[in-house]
């Protein structure tokens, strides 16, 4: 073992704190490099490592007042201007130990909330690191209300304007600047990074797109048309949540062991159909508490249903059976869809007063508008592929807010318009399905997959999307599978077991011999 004099040891904590005064002192007059146009800078900040940073300024329906940040790194806060009457609010987080990387966060729903929790988990990893607030403040849509350019930023501009100002910012404020450019998002994140693959092929290397909301316009539709079906809870046909949690009961009594393993988990649910008509109560029975009455199972069978145009056409395909219990306190609560109505009211119509008794009228209005092509649906990708960007799509078998059918959907709607198999798209682009995973994780499986700060179990690119990522745009080694943890009392806690989740259009089936918490009893065919 090398021996060190005290000397050596004192020049070495010299030459450290020398480092650290140095990043410091580099953060604290970065403010004076920053003169880019339609930029004002608001603050610059040096963050230690182990602050539970204050969000003063964070919109309360936000629900973020605190961020846990774990390293040391420069804070950037700027306003940027998108129009004459439209700004973002845009983040950038330098850290100290920084792996040569730039990346970009994503949104979630209607809102205009910069994902913090996101900045924290990337810088955390090396990563330079920008979030924007998607043009407006808070999670309301009102904010799009007789304002284009708000709209406008939330359907592409936001995140554009902030990966080209802070791609910029990067190669000020490190001396080496950024080798590859990343994004990761969620849900609206989803769709965001889906549409700088449609429409800015050249924004990044790479791509991870968690549960998109693309077939945006149809998927607010269908997130509308529940209401009209299970009605208000006074209706014959409304369904409370303890009666869902029978429909759910059923539903895995019917469908779980169709993978070979009885583990609560439908782990593909193409293969479920289930019938619901085994919950009628009895024309006599005096207790219905575990059953259903007639136009309550007519109710949950069309609940997950496809939702269909005025003409027929598909609109948007069916709820996965298996996310019941999550989706009843959400969707199927007798009130009309938030977002929805949002939508409707402040975009579509422009009607503060819009009642939420959507019809497919509403559906082919909503389409027909389709404001700055926010349907996100483009499905000829040759642009993205042929600048060498590579994607990966995931999404929770049991997501209760959008349905993974739309995410196998659109895979296959990009096969047929770019006429490519499936080895093929594997070349750029591979979708993974998550059993066990609800709406961007959560869930009661293998959710954990490294897709952000609580579903974190490793940085090994096995069981993390985002550095399988990187290692499939550094060293040209794609995913094979996406490797996931099951959190024994939910996030941060020990893993009880792993599962190896399958590359669509693969399926997972268990074939033993070991236990189904085994990830080597499973098989993707």
Not at 199 to 222: E, Q, T
Not at 253 to 279: M, V, Y
Not at 393 to 402: A, F, K, S, V
């Amino acid at each position: 073992m090398p021996r060190f004099s005290a000397l050596s040891l004192l020049a070495l904590g010299s030459m450290a704190l020398a480092s650290q005064d140095d990043f410091q002192t580099k953060c604290a007059q970065f403010s004076d490099k920053i003169n880019l146009p339609h930029v004002k800078v608001n603050f610059v900040e040096y963050i230690q490592g182990g602050t539970n940073l204050s969000l003063p300024d964070n919109a309360p329906s936000c629900d973020a007042s605190y961020q846990a940040v774990s390293v040391d790194l420069c804070r950037v806060a700027m306003a940027v201007n998108t129009s004459s009457s439209s700004q973002i609010t845009l983040e950038a987080w330098f850290p100290r130990d920084y792996k040569g990387r730039f990346l970009s966060t994503g949104n979630g729903g209607l809102s205009g909330c910069i994902q913090y929790y996101d900045l924290a988990y990337t810088a955390q990893l090396g990563f330079a690191t920008v979030g924007a607030n998607n043009g407006h403040n808070g999670t309301s849509g009102e904010p799009f209300y007789h304002h284009p350019q708000v709209l406008e930023d939330f359907a592409y501009r936001s995140i554009h304007t902030g990966v080209v100002i802070g791609k910029e910012l990067t190669d000020k404020f490190y001396d080496e600047g950024f080798n590859k450019s990343y994004y990761l998002g969620c849900s609206t994140g989803g769709r965001q990074g889906w549409k700088s693959v449609q429409k800015y092929p050249n924004d990044f290397d790479g791509v991870v797109a968690g549960a998109p909301a693309i077939n945006f316009i149809n998927l607010l539709s269908w997130s509308a048309h529940f209401y009209p079906i299970t009605g208000s809870p006074t209706s014959d046909t409304f369904i409370t949540t303890a009666e869902w949690g029978l429909v759910h009961d059923e539903i895995l009594r019917q469908c779980d062991t169709l993978d070979g393993a009885k583990d609560d988990i439908i782990e593909d649910p193409d293969l479920c159909t289930p019938i619901l008509t085994t919950l009628q109560c009895p024309s006599n029975a005096t207790n219905t508490s575990k059953c259903l009455r007639s136009p309550q199972i007519q109710a949950a069978q069309l609940v997950l249903s496809p939702l269909y145009g005025e003409n027929g056409e598909l609109l948007y395909r069916r709820m996965q059976p298996g996310s019941e219990n999550l989706a009843a306190p959400i969707m199927y609560n007798g009130e009309p869809f938030e977002y929805s109505q949002d939508w409707f009211r402040y975009v579509v119509y422009n009607d503060p007063t819009w009642s939420g008794n959507f019809t497919a009228k509403d559906a082919a209005a909503a389409l027909a508008q389709n404001p700055y092509n926010i349907q996100t649906w483009d499905g000829d990708l040759s642009p993205f592929q042929k600048s060498g960007g590579k994607v990966l799509h995931y999404h929770g078998m049991m997501d209760e807010l959008i349905s993974s059918e739309d995410s196998k959907w659109y895979y296959s709607h990009v096969s047929e318009t770019m006429n490519l198999s499936p080895s093929e798209l594997d070349e750029f682009y591979r979708f993974f399905t998550i059993s066990g995973m609800a709406h961007c994780g959560d869930g009661n499986g293998a959710n954990g997959i490294g897709q952000g700060i609580d579903t974190y179990a490793s940085s090994d690119p096995e069981s993390n999307v985002l550095m399988a990522m990187v290692k499939w745009v550094e060293e040209g080694v794609a995913p094979e599978t996406v490797r996931g943890a099951k959190f024994k009392d939910g996030a941060g806690t020990p893993v009880e077991y792993w599962r190896k989740h399958c590359r669509w259009p693969r399926r997972n089936v268990f074939k033993g011999p070991g236990n189904y918490t085994d990830e080597n009893s499973w098989e993707c065919i």
